[in-house]
């Protein structure tokens, strides 16, 4: 079946520092990759949305400075958290388009944690 | 508006009966989708049922079934015999138009815990 595989699953780093986020589909294209970020006990709230090859768009409200979104191949999307912050610490997932017949294949996710 | 409303934040049901999940849409798409997800302590996704706003019957995945009320706008999910497995977070979302790359939008969630 579809797989995303999201790395790493669990980070912790120090203030001020920055943190990569990758998501890799491995058996399918995805064109089109999801971020969301859910904190402790609340629900996925969209921070952007990234196609192949193209700027990504970001919800308001969500710092594009900050969070920096990488989708430069079809099978590779980046989230990078610049200067992070402890309010930054949070869960951030993503979901890949395709090839599932109700076309959504998330990453298993990111527990990052800023000290 | 929220566009997801789950109004139950917690529930608790005993192992082997049924529960219902409940959620309700706002949208004035004609076209969309309803997803239910769960969600363990571990923070996967995974996939439950899915409904599209044309079906014109409820679906059902094994002890999974959705009881859509289009008027309504409600689409609850039902889990029947329930094990303690299903205990976890469950989350209801929709996706407007049920077409193209558009993202999920995700209601607050129901806890649920199966008791034995």
């Known amino acids: 079946g579809a797989v995303v595989s999201q790395h790493p699953s669990w980070v912790i780093c120090k203030s001020g520092t920055s943190v990569k986020i990758e998501c890799r589909s491995l058996?399918?294209?995805?064109?089109?990759m999801f971020w969301y970020r859910q904190f402790p006990k609340q629900s996925l709230m969209l921070m952007a949305t990234?196609?192949?090859?193209?700027?990504?768009?970001?919800e308001q409200g969500v710092e594009k400075d900050k969070f920096l979104i990488n989708h430069a191949s079809l099978t590779l999307s980046t989230l990078t958290v610049t200067s992070a912050h402890p309010e930054d610490s949070s869960f951030y997932i993503c979901s890949a388009m395709g090839p599932t017949v109700y076309g959504y294949t998330f990453g298993s996710g990111t527990r990052l944690t800023v000290v | 508006a929220q566009k997801i409303t789950q109004t139950q934040p917690g529930m608790f049901v005993q192992e082997k009966e049924a529960v219902t999940l409940d959620c309700t849409y706002d949208t004035s798409d004609q076209s969309y989708g309803l997803f239910w997800y769960k969600q363990p302590s571990s923070g996967e996704m995974i996939f439950l049922i899915y409904?599209?706003?044309?079906?014109?019957q409820n679906a059902t995945e094994g002890r999974y079934s959705l009881n859509f009320q289009k008027a309504r706008k409600s689409a609850n999910l039902v889990i029947s015999a329930s094990q303690l497995g299903d205990s976890a977070m469950y989350f209801c979302a929709m996706r407007e138009p049920n077409s193209g790359n558009t993202p999920l939008v995700f209601g607050k969630g129901t806890r649920l815990s199966v008791i034995a």
């Open positions: 409904q599209g706003s044309y079906d014109e």
């Open positions: 990234s196609n192949e090859g193209s700027k990504a768009t970001y």
């Open positions: 058996d399918f294209q995805a064109t089109t």
